[in-house]
């Protein structure tokens, strides 16, 4: 039973129901959340990772609120990564900013993210770290751009796509 509800709120079964029902339905579709992750955690600690949580629609973060109300003291951690200012505060959780990478750091992402036995000279590397203005995921697609043989001059597609989006926000 628990298997088709699951399935249900997944999407992949079209059923029609009264509202009343939904409801009961979705709460218990939480707590069959909270208590797979609570029998995962016995085994072993669990993470549980959301990646730009600013996108989550609003029943997604309800889930979140849910859990994260009901898994303290639990061995799970929920961790969602978001735009700053741009998602709703989570009760029940802490708050860790992360700013952009200071140019040492950004250097050390670059020599990362470099095969080995590849370099690049100093001034690619300086030009590298003051496009990407200490954003990893700017940073990273620059060096792989530039590993590519393409102009260091010009942002990668991946890079430009991120700005022009942000930019119509």
């Known amino acids: 039973a628990d298997r088709a509800l699951f399935t249900r709120f997944l999407g992949l079964?079209?059923?029609n129901e009264d509202a009343g029902e939904t409801a009961w339905q979705k709460r218990r579709l939480f707590v069959i959340l909270h208590e797979f992750l609570e029998q995962a955690s016995r085994a072993t600690p669990t993470l549980v990772t959301i990646d730009d949580a600013q996108w989550m629609d609003p029943e997604s973060f309800e889930v979140v609120q849910y859990l994260a109300d009901n898994l303290s003291g639990s061995r799970v951690v929920l961790v969602l990564a978001a735009r700053k200012d741009e998602i709703r505060s989570i009760r029940s959780a802490n708050?860790?900013?992360?700013?952009?990478?200071?140019?040492?750091?950004?250097?050390?992402?670059?020599?990362?993210?470099?095969?080995?036995?590849?370099?690049?000279?100093?001034?690619?590397i300086d030009e590298i770290c003051r496009?990407?203005?200490?954003?990893?995921?700017?940073?990273?697609?620059?060096?792989?751009?530039?590993?590519?043989?393409?102009s260091a001059h010009e942002l990668p597609g991946s890079v430009r796509q991120a700005v022009t989006a942000r930019l119509a926000t």
């Open 131 to 150: 496009k990407s203005e200490g954003n990893p995921l700017f940073a990273s697609d620059l060096v792989r751009s530039a590993l590519d043989d393409s």
């Open 13 to 15: 079964h079209a059923v």
């Open 95 to 124: 708050e860790v900013s992360i700013g952009p990478l200071a140019a040492d750091e950004t250097r050390e992402l670059i020599f990362r993210v470099l095969p080995p036995g590849r370099s690049f000279p100093g001034r690619l």
